[in-house]
């Protein structure tokens, strides 16, 4: 498959290569040089770390942590 540059410096990543990696618009993508070739690869999303902590005193114990330094 050849695609030409666009004047902006874009080329369009066919769309059978975006159905095999379930990229769709907005998604984000990284580039890569490895020597002369240029990769492109669906970013890896971090998982959310929300609530994660959620049911631990972190208070009580940086509470308990201070006083027992005070010491």
Do not use: N, W, Y
């Not at 618009?25 to 690869?41: C, K, L, N, Q």
């Not at 005193?57 to 940086?62: E, F, M, N, Q, R």
Request: hydrophobic share 40%.
């Amino acid at each position: 498959m050849t695609h030409r540059i666009g004047a902006k410096g874009q080329v369009v990543i066919p769309k059978e290569i975006r159905d095999r990696l379930g990229l769709q618009p907005g998604d984000e993508v990284v580039f890569s040089v490895e020597g002369r070739t240029v990769r492109v690869a669906p970013a890896r999303v971090a998982a959310s770390l929300r609530g994660r902590l959620r049911g631990h005193d972190l208070v009580g114990a940086l509470e308990a942590d201070r006083r027992a330094e005070r010491r």
